[in-house]
Structures are given as C-alpha cells and as structure tokens.
C-alpha cells in the first residue's frame, strides 16, 4: 500500500518538474494563431477589413472580434484557407467590405502631382517616394494595391492599373475541353 | 564498331515513331539576309536583357545590343549589321501567344563583323572567362535556353570534374538539327569538345548519342579514332533519353537525387550545339547570332537551315516551299514537348531548336478525353518514375501542396504519359497547370513576406518618431519654463535689490 503511494507520488513529482522545466524551456512568446492568420492574409494592408492592417485584422479574427470573410483582397481561396486553419466552417466574402478586384499597382499622374506629400504618409508600405514640392513617384515592386493614397491626392492624380498579363507573368492554364455525349460520339 | 556499351536503362519511356528522316535527306541550308531582324529580349531562361542600344543606332555583326541583366540572364547580340529601326512588343515564340520586347535591325546588305577576338583563355583563367561567357549570349541550344556561364560556374563550384557529357541523343521525334550539325561540321564539333574538355579540365568526355542516328555515329567514330579520352557512346532510341538525367544514367548508371546538379557528381553535360557556339566563341571571338533549325513537317520541301538569330519564321516557311496541306498549324519544339506557335510571325531565337508544321494526323479531330480508369500505363511510362496519375488526381482538384508532396516538381514534362494514356488525357497540361499555380502562389507569399516587412517597419518609424516628439517637446517646454522661472526670480532678485538701496539711500540722506 504505502509503495505504490509512493510510486505514484514520485512519479507526480518527477512529471511536475518536468512539465514545470518544460513550461519555461518552451513558452511561446505571442499568440502563434495570429501570426499563422497573418501569414495567410495577404498584407495588402487597405484596412477594407475595417482593421488598420493585416496585423490588427488577424488579431481580431484570433480573438473573436472579426469574421474570416472580411478580406476582398485575399479573395475566396484566402477565405478557405482561413476556415481550414481556424477548423470554421466556409462562408462567403462579405460584399460590405468590398469586391475582389484583379491586382493592380498605383500610378502617379507626374505632371499633374503637386509635391503634397499627403500619399506618402497614407501609404501603409512607404511604396512612395518623393519629399515636398517634388514630384512624387511609386514604386511599382513595393505598391500592395491597397488604394489607400487614392483618396488623399488632391488633385486625384493617382491612378490603380490592373497589372496586365505578359510573357512574364503569364501562366499555363487549367486544361478545358469539350467532353461529347456518348450518344453524339457513337453517331461520329 | 562499339555497339553494346553497357548502357543502363531508365524506367519507362517511349518508342515513338521517330519521323526524323523527313528533314535529313537534303544538306543544312542558309538563306540570304532577310529584310528585317527582329531579336526579342527574352530568348534564354531569367531576366530580360537590359538595352543597349536605342532607335537610329548603327550596329555591327556580332556587336552587343542588349547586356546581361544580373547573373541568370543572358546577352544578345545584333545577328547582322544595320540601323536598329524600332524597339517594341512584338509577337514571340513564346507558349503564352503574348507579345514581348523585341528590336528591330534593317539590315545593310554589308553583314560586316565587329572586330572578333579569340579569348585567350589559357592564360586568363576560368573566371575571366565565365565572365565573357557571360556576355557571349550563349545559352543551351537544346532547347531549354539555360544560360551556359551559370553551368560553367557550378561546375566551378562543385571542384574536380571529371567528365563530360556531350548530350547528341536528340531524343524527340522529327528534331533533326543535331544530327546534321554532327553530319556536316564534326571536325569543328570534335574540335569544341578538345576545347570544352581543357577548359573544364576533365578526365573523360563521353558522346552520347541514340542509335538511329547513323550516319553521325559514323562520322563522329572517324573523327575519334585517334582521340583517347573522347569516347562515343551509343543508347538505344528511347524517348526520353536526351534529358540530362537520363542520359546520365544511360551512360553512367548515376542517378542525381533531387536537388542536386550533374556537377555534384563531377559531370557536366553540354548539348552538341552548344559546344560548337563555345568554340566559336572562344576560338573566333563569334557571339552567339544564329543556329541550326528543323524545319519539318507537313511542308513541301522539309530540310534543316542554319539561320540567324530574329530572322522571320514566314520566310523560311515560305523557302522550304510551304505548307501541302494548309492548315496553318506549327508546332515549336519537337511533337512531345513542344507548343502551338500562336503564328508564324515571329523571329528565330536561341531555343528555337525545331519548327513542325502539322501533318493532317496532329491536327485531325482529337481522341475525346475519357475519364481516368486507374490502369497506371502512365506511372509505367514515367522516366522520373513519378506516379502520374496521383499528380492528375491532385492537379485536377488543384490539391497543390499534396501534388508538390509527390514531386511535382521532378516532373520533365516529357509527355511519355499523355502519349500512352488510353484515357487521351492532356496530362502534362494539367502538372504545367500546377506547377505556374505554386510558382505564383510562392511568388505571391513572397510578396507578401516583403509586404509585411515594410509595414511593420513603417509601423516602428512613426513610432519612433512620435516619440522623438514627444522628447524634443519635452526637452523644450521644460528648458523654457527654467529660463523664464530664473527670469522672473532674477526680475524680482532686481526689483528687491533696487528697494533696498533706495531705502539705504533714504536713510544715508536721513541721517
């Protein structure tokens, strides 16, 4: 009787240390959910969410506070994959938050820019460069398409350009072809 | 005659009927210069090249008009001399049917060189010479358009070669270009093999080379008589034996796990055609500006032609006598490979390695497309031994990550299950389909990683500087309320001063 308490005993013990140990060892510093949803959106950073970023966003999502289906730009498949992660249930993009749109870059109209420099500071990814009563520029590599320096322009001299498909970017497509009823072929 | 060299067979594969004897009955042709030169940026897998030159400049043969951008790039060079009359998007040999940029020379009629050099290279070392190899513009004339200085380069990295592989297996049906180059310049390829040989300073260097190819075999047997560490190998004509991996394990039974390169196993593998534009190079000084190219087919008169770089495809078309049966068809590439060209308005370029007008059978109503009956002919026939029809499977239902979990990515895209599938699957369209999906997805996530960087880094500058504000303003409320206290204390300080002495003024007078 009073060995197999002790048994049990030391062995309490010996898991407690080393759960104790273990507990320390490998705390995980932040919320590791919110940097998986992050990874998933699409750091486009529009805030069309009605979060101020990506980041904000995935912390809401991560506590409660957001749906999955608030992020047009991360479209229908970022949407899947955030209800695989987060083991919910599918559901379609809310159309309050705005349409997938295809991806474009921003434009500076340069005759028309006046040096305000009031794009750059609402461009979530300093994509913008230029300093007062200069002209400004963008650049195209680093611009997410958030749209976001459009309403700021006074004299709307921003444009959003599609990105048009080239011999670059081109892709190969996803096989189509016609499949005959069996009663049409055997008639050929 | 060496006819059975131990030769070490791959899974799979496929004997197709080869139709090669189309284009071999008639001698390489050259046709004189065309009225314009069109030479698209993107001839060679990487980035664009960068332009050199710009509308109204005069150029030479040979002269450099568009460098290198960064390592995995490739030259190009002017293929005659004239006046560069327009740089635009034009229509290329390109599977997207997109056009892309291209300039355009109007030839003088002189077709005069810039001054060639041969490249010293004994005594300039490997380096110095992977950097013009750079600037050569030669890529592999095999078809894949690899920039050859990046192979020099692994193989440099790698250390000790030890052999090399010269690839003539020429594997696709109807390709004929390397087996009449061996045919008609062997000693000059001989030649370039001695020089690919010393540069790389190798201990062997192995031909290989199918058995349909006879006429070569002969020629080339000849030419290596007296040759002791040049050695021709001959394989059997199986489809697709002229992939560098297979041909490696054709030759030397080495089979390069994923992930790794020939160099890796101390072999470096160079396709016929770009062995002899390194020894133009080197021993003459010739950039790369033309090739050899089949024309075959459905024509009137099917031949092979050794043409300059962005002469117009029409024009050969139209000196090989035309279509027999129009349908205006061309297939770029050989049958397994290959792809529609969107037209035939559109220049040569460097892997423009074959051109088949369509024969009546390719464009004949297709097989209908059957369900998938599981039956495996395709996992068979796979050289990589993949299991294609998982691949479908996932492909079809665009289950990338699991496709990409069955090596996707090993895939040549060699048709050999498509061609057997009873199902006529379009198979390798669907595993093309897959992998420009996850290209772009990494490509996207990339993105987004940089995205992110950026934001987050913007995120802590204006942090910074808010509280860089908030500090100067503190520093400064705080040292202009000290000099206005002391200020006021000394006004008042005065102030008392002052009382003081009129009061001890008043009482001097008093008293």
């Known amino acids: 009787m009073i060995t197999s308490i002790l048994v049990v005993v030391f062995l309490a013990v010996i898991i407690g240390i080393v759960l104790g140990i273990s507990a320390i060892k490998f705390k995980v510093e932040g919320d590791p959910i919110i940097e998986k949803i992050d990874s998933i959106l699409p750091q486009t950073q529009c805030g069309q969410c009605g979060f101020p970023g990506c980041k904000p966003y995935a912390t809401a999502i991560a506590n409660g506070e957001a749906d999955i289906n608030q992020c047009p730009p991360g479209g229908d498949e970022g949407i899947h994959k955030l209800a695989d992660l987060l083991g919910v249930e599918y559901k379609p993009l809310n159309a309050e938050h705005g349409e997938p749109k295809p991806k474009s870059v921003a434009i500076i109209d340069e005759k028309t820019c006046i040096g305000c420099t009031l794009c750059i500071q609402a461009c979530p990814v300093d994509a913008i460069l230029g300093s007062a009563k200069h002209m400004h520029t963008i650049i195209e590599k680093e611009c997410t398409g958030c749209e976001l320096c459009l309403p700021p322009c006074p004299v709307d001299c921003i444009d959003m350009v599609a990105i048009e498909e080239n011999a670059e970017n081109w892709k190969w497509k996803y096989p189509v072809y016609k499949i005959d009823k069996v009663s049409e072929r055997r008639a050929s | ?511």
């Open chain 2, 1 to 511: 005659m060496k006819l059975f060299d131990k030769v070490f067979k791959f899974n799979g594969g496929i004997r197709a009927e080869t139709k090669k004897n189309i284009s071999t009955a008639q001698p390489i042709r050259k046709i004189p210069l065309p009225k314009k030169i069109v030479l698209p940026l993107r001839q060679h897998i990487g980035k664009l090249a960068k332009l050199k030159v710009d509308i109204g400049h005069e150029v030479l043969k040979g002269q450099l008009i568009a460098e290198a951008d960064g390592n995995v790039s490739a030259a190009i060079h002017a293929s005659t001399s004239g006046k560069i009359t327009a740089i635009e998007k034009r229509l290329i040999p390109h599977p997207s049917g997109l056009p892309d940029f291209c300039i355009e020379i109007s030839p003088d009629g002189k077709d005069q060189w810039i001054e060639k050099k041969a490249i010293p290279w004994k005594k300039i070392g490997l380096d110095k010479v992977n950097e013009l190899l750079l600037e050569s513009g030669i890529v592999g004339l095999g078809g894949a358009a690899f920039p050859t200085h990046l192979k020099l380069n692994n193989s440099k990295k790698a250390g000790a070669l030890n052999t090399l592989i010269v690839n003539a297996a020429e594997c696709e049906p109807y390709i004929t270009c390397d087996d009449m180059l061996m045919r008609e310049k062997t000693h000059e390829l001989i030649q370039g093999i001695k020089l690919v040989h010393e540069i790389l300073n190798v201990k062997e260097s192995v031909i290989g080379i199918e058995d349909n190819k006879t006429d070569a075999i002969n020629f080339i047997q000849h030419a290596i008589k007296k040759e002791k560490n040049i050695s021709l190998q001959i394989v059997p004509t199986i489809y697709p034996s002229g992939d560098a991996k297979r041909l490696i394990y054709l030759l030397k039974g080495i089979k390069i796990p994923k992930g790794h390169r020939s160099s890796d196993y101390g072999i470096q593998m160079f396709n016929v055609a770009t062995i002899l534009a390194i020894y133009r190079f080197i021993e003459f000084g010739e950039p790369s500006i033309s090739r050899i190219v089949t024309i075959t087919g459905n024509l009137k008169s099917p031949r092979n032609y050794e043409l300059l770089f962005g002469t117009p495809l029409k024009e050969i078309i139209d000196d090989a006598g035309g279509q027999i049966i129009k349908n205006d068809t061309f297939i770029m590439g050989g049958p397994m490979m290959g792809f529609k060209l969107p037209s035939i308005d559109v220049p040569v370029t460097k892997s423009m390695n074959c051109i088949i007008s369509s024969e009546p059978t390719m464009t004949e109503e297709k097989k209908p497309v059957l369900p998938c009956i599981r039956c495996a002919r395709c996992a068979e026939a796979c050289p990589v031994e993949l299991q294609p029809q998982e691949l479908f499977w996932f492909s079809k239902s665009k289950q990338l990550e699991k496709a990409e979990e069955y090596n996707l990515f090993d895939c040549i895209e060699c048709g050999c299950c498509s061609y057997v599938c009873p199902s006529n699957i379009p198979l390798v369209q669907y595993y093309r389909f897959a992998k420009s999906e996850i290209i772009e997805e990494r490509h996207e996530y990339e993105q987004a990683n940089i995205a992110r960087e950026r934001n987050e880094f913007r995120l802590q500058r204006l942090e910074r500087e808010k509280l860089e504000r908030a500090e100067r303003n503190a520093l400064r409320r705080a040292q202009s309320s000290s000099e206005e206290k002391t200020k006021l204390i000394d006004e008042k300080r005065k102030a008392i001063a002052d009382a003081l002495q009129r009061i001890e003024k008043e009482d001097n007078k008093n008293d």
